[in-house]
């Protein structure tokens, strides 16, 4: 296995989140459309969880589902030239992340990715952590735990906080503070317009009307205004000598230095923001919540976080010493990864470690399958951070934990996202005990991101 008995003596009390039932029988093909249109979660049978490789048809064709690190690894990063994003994610996402980082191939992403490297670089990435920590620190306070305990929408919540930090870290809060309006389009688009339709799983030509596309129409031209308005706003700024030294300044003013010299358009630069609301604030919001309700199952690990978060003095070095906030955020993402499954599409015929592939195959690698998988971890279906304190992460591989994927193609944002978590956690846990409201457990549904099924509540009140 490749999560080793931990070094560390246990803090966590064992706790087990729910879980959809596995499969034990194949699904047929209309079952396996309702499923992956209701939540894709519940395709996964028993073999998936016991066997590293699983191949079969599927509304997609040939499929091989690949949850082997070695695996992983070929299809992510030794070859990954002769794997692209599948059709599927371009029909589901296509129409408001056409031309961003997340879907475009080739030298159009080799070009973009080069352009934005250097704007996430270390010494960028720790330049926002005062920042992040000041957003945070006005969030806790308008909670106003010193008048009482309160039972908060931590869905709602977390959504607002990591969409204010994204706009003063990366926007200088020139979107207006609208985090309201951008929390309910972006709920109509992951509630609707974003589940598979059994359509785009059946390769129906375009023409032909997806119910939840038409229905979400208005959440597209509330997105594309609000950004359209955004990037108009900040080019006069650039022009006039004053806008602020931030993410959307470098996007609109870098040069593709290896290449010809020429900037992002317009249009990529819209859909990069899309990207990074959808792939930066929606997910770390998602983590953030799931995060706090497994603190609440367990006192221990929550008694380890609060000595920490004390002993944190608010600077961007201490956050590197936060070694238990960073397990604990970490082994949240392994249980519930905040993109839980990739779907790649082989270019050429090819070989998995063994297993045959031919051009036009489907690839699924399936976090949510990999990181809770029997013959990788220990007690998969068990919340116990030890397992990333820095004595024992280095018997992980790194291709069993892909919470943001790997390889080229790596989430550009994973040590922003990583830092954000962290400080928000930090505080949080200075102010506030975290309490469970219900023994009910919340139930994860997979609607590109993983989001519980039920609204998420949690009581928090201030610590004496």
Sequence with gaps: MTDAAASTPLVSSGFRPWVPAQRTKEMGLVPFLWESWRNPLQIWGRIHFKQLYVAGMSPLGRTLVVSDPAGARHVLTDNALNYEKGDLQRRVLGPMLADGLLLTEGEQWRRARRIMAPLFTPAYTAKTAEIMDAVCRRRVEGWHLDQGA??????????????????????????????????????????????????????????????????????????????????????????????????????????????????????????????????????????????????????????????????????????????????????????????????????????????????????????????????????????????????????????????????????????????????ALAEIMKAAEVEAITPIEPKPVHQVTLRSRETMRLRLRARK
């Design 150 to 423: 309160r039972v908060l929408n931590i869905d709602h919540e977390m959504s607002g906080l990591t969409f204010d930090i994204l706009s003063a870290t990366m926007f200088s809060d020139d979107l207006n503070g609208d985090a309201a309006g951008f929390e309910r389009a972006l709920n109509s688009f992951l509630n609707v317009g974003a589940r598979i339709s059994p359509l785009d799983a059946l390769k129906a030509p375009d023409w032909i009307p997806r119910i939840g596309k038409v229905a979400t129409r208005g959440s597209a031209r509330f997105f594309e205004e609000r950004v359209k308005a955004l990037i108009v706003r900040r080019r006069k700024r650039i022009e006039a000598g004053d806008a602020p030294d931030d993410l959307l300044t470098a996007l609109l003013s870098a040069r593709d230095e290896e290449g010809d010299g020429s900037g992002l358009s317009d249009h990529e630069v819209m859909s990069n923001i899309l990207t990074f609301i959808l792939a930066g604030h929606e997910t770390t919001a998602r983590t953030l919540g799931w995060t706090l309700h497994l603190i609440t199952r367990d006192k221990g690990v929550a008694q380890k976080l609060k000595a920490e978060a004390d002993a944190w003095d608010r600077s961007p070095a201490g956050i590197k010493q936060m070694v238990w906030h960073k397990a604990v955020i970490e082994e949240a993402m392994r249980l519930f990864p905040p993109a839980p499954a990739m779907v790649r599409q082989a270019v050429a015929d090819d070989v998995i470690e063994g297993h045959e592939v031919k051009a036009g195959d489907s690839i699924v690698i399936a976090p949510w399958l990999i990181q809770r998988h029997e013959l990788l971890w220990d007690e998969p279906d068990v919340f116990k951070p030890e397992r990333f304190l820095p004595e024992n992460r280095k018997s992980i591989d790194r291709y069993a934990w892909l919470p943001f994927s790997g390889g080229p193609r790596i989430c550009i944002g994973a040590a922003f996202a990583m830092q954000e978590a962290v400080v």
